[in-house]
């Protein structure tokens, strides 16, 4: 998953708000990583580090947006390659259980998002994960977040072997759903990925904080309809 921020030397203007007179949009697209759910690559390097001949540090700088991980997120490794590859370089001595334990246990839920998701469920709106991220992280995440099963579809880097902000990736997500345009809102925190699906013409959110975002959904969406779902 992709941690690096956007740089604080870049311009902050963002997307334009919607106008009163668009239709709402047929489907809310979610970015997971520091959008649905924080996460810290430090807790994972400090896990794996118990067990393994590599320090902390060595550890971060081989699995923090990495090429390795690139890789792997990009599905050109199979979970068992990866796994073998970093215990390998980190001389990792635990078992396969192990360390898929300390490579997933780094996220901690952004509540007023999460619940943001269930409101757009409840008011009958589309939602759909769209991430650039790992089978090993999705397994984690399904078995100890009971929100990330109410989604209506789920578009995986490592499944469609194209990560954001590759046209390809936004183009799975418009094929999967059925929908194009201004009828998709996508809510993420990178600024080239909020751009790329801007350049497609859907409507967007760059992610900062959660106030904000909720509100521009329900500005979107219609107070009205979101609302009547609370």
Same mark, same amino acid.
């Given at each position: 998953?992709?941690?690096?921020?956007?740089?604080?030397?870049?311009?902050?203007?963002?997307?334009?708000?919607?106008?009163?007179?668009?239709?709402?949009?047929?489907?809310?697209?979610?970015?997971?990583?520091?959008?649905?759910?924080?996460?810290?690559?430090?807790?994972?390097?400090?896990?794996?580090?118990?067990?393994?001949?590599?320090?902390?540090?060595?550890? !971060?700088?081989?699995?923090?947006?990495?090429?390795?991980?690139?890789?792997?997120?990009? #599905?050109?490794?199979?979970?068992?390659?990866?796994?073998?590859?970093?215990?390998?370089?980190?001389?990792?001595?635990?078992?396969?259980?192990?360390?898929?334990?300390?490579?997933?246990?780094?996220?901690?839920?952004?509540?007023?998002?999460?619940?943001?998701?269930?409101?757009? !469920?409840?008011?009958?709106?589309?939602?759909?994960?769209?991430?650039?991220?790992?089978?090993?992280?999705?397994?984690?995440?399904?078995?100890?977040?009971?929100?990330?099963?109410?989604?209506?579809?789920?578009?995986?880097?490592?499944?469609?072997?194209?990560?954001?902000?590759?046209?390809?990736?936004?183009?799975?997500?418009?094929?999967?759903?059925?929908?194009?345009?201004?009828?998709?809102?996508?809510?993420?925190?990178?600024?080239?990925?909020?751009?790329?699906?801007?350049?497609?013409?859907?409507?967007?959110?760059?992610?900062?904080?959660?106030?904000?975002?909720?509100?521009?959904?329900?500005?979107?969406? #219609?107070?009205?309809?979101?609302?009547?779902?609370?």
């Amino acid at each position: 998953m992709d941690q690096r921020r956007t740089s604080d030397s870049m311009p902050s203007k963002r997307p334009p708000t919607p106008r009163e007179d668009m239709p709402p949009p047929c489907v809310v697209v979610f970015d997971l990583g520091k959008v649905l759910l924080d996460f810290d690559f430090g807790l994972m390097a400090r896990s794996l580090a118990e067990s393994s001949r590599a320090g902390e540090a060595e550890i !971060r700088e081989l699995l923090d947006q990495s090429p390795l991980l690139h890789r792997y997120e990009t #599905g050109l490794m199979d979970t068992d390659s990866f796994i073998d590859e970093v215990g390998r370089r980190i001389g990792f001595r635990g078992a396969r259980d192990v360390f898929a334990r300390c490579f997933g246990n780094i996220f901690t839920p952004i509540d007023p998002m999460i619940q943001m998701q269930q409101d757009l !469920r409840r008011a009958g709106v589309r939602t759909v994960i769209f991430s650039n991220t790992s089978e090993l992280a999705v397994r984690h995440i399904r078995s100890e977040f009971p929100f990330f099963s109410e989604f209506d579809d789920y578009v995986y880097s490592y499944e469609e072997r194209a990560m954001k902000p590759l046209p390809a990736s936004y183009e799975s997500v418009e094929r999967r759903t059925g929908h194009r345009l201004g009828e998709i809102l996508y809510i993420d925190d990178r600024r080239e990925n909020v751009d790329g699906g801007a350049a497609r013409g859907w409507r967007v959110i760059w992610h900062r904080e959660p106030a904000e975002s909720v509100a521009l959904v329900r500005r979107h969406l #219609g107070h009205d309809r979101m609302d009547s779902a609370s």
